[in-house]
């Protein structure tokens, strides 16, 4: 498979991509006021929120025109506090996790007004519902649980444990595999059934266990579709036996726990490939187009390459880009074909 990187602003490189030219986006925006990544005319350190948004919703709108008619973007956007009028940042990596710099020298932006000190700003869904008056379609708000959060000093609220990974769609009906991403059943999750009528049983098998419909197409159950399944019945051990209501497998919840993992040339947050493979298994077809218009370490690239998807990273950093480069063809570099554009 192939990784184009396109080394500048996403601002401009989107406009060298043709429409409709991708299946499916997959993608970390800057986080509002957070990190400064050196570069003049970046998105991330805009004087109000409500700049940041704007600035997100002008490039989106440039990416869903680069988007297929039945393509998803899956947004990952984090959260921040208002300052409290504190304009300065703090420099310095966390000792707990050095690889991750949370705070970058420079000023921080004023409070919006109306804004306490304190307040939790709500970006991640001022971003949801400014894409959605834009033309998106806001289809799910997904939970990023972290297991492993960053530790806080807050001793007057909860250590912030997720962040949001927004599913958009361009269209109404859109490309969505549910069933590469389901996921082993668990006894006592849920009172009854929600999966659709039963069609047929597994042989041997609870007739609740048996194929149901899946939107316009028929699902089967999870011996016939090559899920192992051990002498009880269970998948992979996950559970004694089918689930009365879903059968061996269930459709993927909307919380997904998953820990974070840094890279160790990455002074910033990355994404953990564990996150991306769910969004590029149920949102692009086998060969299609992976699109990241905020590259970064290059995480999106890595993951499609393996799922046997092409993909394009846009990159303002050219360290960055470097480094996306040297990741991928690093993971498989007999196979790998990168292109750093």
Same mark, same amino acid.
């Given at each position: 498979?192939?990784? /184009?990187?396109? +080394?500048?602003?996403?601002?401009?490189?989107?406009?060298?991509?043709?429409?409709?030219?991708? $299946?499916?986006?997959?993608?970390?925006?800057?986080?509002?006021? *957070?990190?400064?990544?050196?570069?003049?005319?970046?998105?991330?350190l805009? !004087?109000?929120?409500?700049?940041?948004i704007?600035?997100? =919703?002008?490039?989106?709108?440039?990416?869903? &025109?680069? *988007?297929?008619?039945?393509?998803?973007?899956w947004?990952?956007?984090?959260?921040?506090?208002?300052?409290?009028?504190?304009?300065?940042?703090?420099?310095?990596?966390?000792?707990?996790?050095?690889?991750?710099? %949370?705070?970058?020298?420079?000023? +921080?932006?004023?409070d919006?007004?109306? =804004?306490?000190?304190?307040?939790?700003?709500?970006?991640?869904?001022?971003?949801?519902?400014?894409?959605?008056?834009?033309?998106?379609?806001?289809?799910?708000?997904?939970?990023? $649980?972290?297991?492993?959060?960053m530790?806080?000093?807050?001793?007057?609220?909860?250590?912030?444990s997720?962040?949001?990974?927004?599913? *958009?769609?361009?269209?109404?009906?859109?490309?969505?595999?549910?069933?590469?991403?389901?996921?082993?059943?668990?006894?006592?999750? $849920?009172?009854r059934?929600?999966?659709?009528?039963?069609?047929?049983?597994v042989?041997?098998?609870?007739?609740?266990?048996?194929m149901?419909k899946?939107?316009?197409?028929? /699902?089967?159950?999870?011996?016939?579709?090559?899920?192992? =399944?051990d002498?009880?019945?269970? @998948?992979?051990?996950?559970?004694a036996? #089918?689930?009365?209501w879903?059968?061996? !497998?269930?459709n993927?919840?909307?919380v997904?726990?998953? @820990?974070?993992?840094?890279?160790?040339?990455? $002074?910033?947050?990355?994404?953990?490939?564990a996150?991306?493979?769910?969004?590029?298994?149920?949102?692009?077809?086998?060969?299609? @187009?992976v699109?990241?218009?905020?590259?970064g370490?290059? @995480?999106?690239?890595?993951?499609?390459? &393996?799922?046997?998807?092409?993909?394009?990273?846009? %990159? *303002?950093?050219?360290?960055?880009?470097?480094?996306?480069?040297?990741?991928?063809?690093?993971?498989? #570099?007999?196979?790998?074909?990168?292109?750093n554009?």
């Open positions: 498979m192939t990784v /184009r990187i396109l +080394r500048g602003d996403v601002r401009d490189r989107l406009r060298d991509l043709p429409d409709e030219s991708v $299946h499916c986006v997959v993608t970390s925006p800057p986080y509002f006021g *957070l990190r400064d990544y050196g570069h003049t005319g970046q998105i991330g805009e !004087e109000s929120p409500q700049e940041f704007d600035e997100l =919703v002008s490039v989106f709108r440039e990416v869903r &025109r680069v *988007l297929r008619a039945d393509g998803t973007a947004v990952n956007m984090g959260d921040s506090y208002a300052s409290g009028g504190r304009r300065t940042r703090d420099p310095g990596q966390s000792k707990i996790h050095p690889a991750y710099d %949370e705070f970058a020298d420079g000023l +921080r932006p004023a919006p007004p109306g =804004v306490k000190p304190k307040d939790l700003l709500g970006v991640p869904w001022m971003l949801a519902f400014a894409l959605r008056a834009d033309g998106w379609y806001l289809r799910q708000d997904i939970i990023w $649980h972290k297991p492993n959060p530790p806080e000093s807050v001793r007057d609220r909860c250590t912030k997720h962040e949001y990974v927004f599913l *958009l769609a361009k269209s109404e009906r859109y490309y969505y595999d549910i069933d590469s991403i389901m996921e082993p059943a668990t006894v006592g999750d $849920h009172p059934n929600i999966t659709g009528p039963i069609l047929s049983a042989p041997g098998a609870s007739p609740h266990a048996g149901r899946s939107g316009n197409k028929e /699902r089967k159950p999870a011996s016939a579709r090559g899920v192992p =399944v002498t009880n019945g269970s @998948t992979n051990g996950a559970v036996g #089918p689930v009365p879903e059968g061996f !497998e269930r993927k919840r909307s997904w726990s998953v @820990t974070t993992q840094p890279f160790k040339e990455a $002074h910033f947050a990355t994404f953990p490939p996150l991306i493979e769910p969004c590029i298994l149920a949102g692009c077809p086998v060969g299609g @187009t699109l990241d218009p905020f590259g370490a290059g @995480t999106t690239g890595l993951v499609a390459d &393996r799922l046997q998807r092409d993909a394009i990273l846009i %990159e *303002l950093n050219p360290e960055y880009a470097d480094m996306a480069e040297r990741r991928i063809r690093g993971d498989a #570099p007999m196979f790998a074909h990168v292109a554009e």
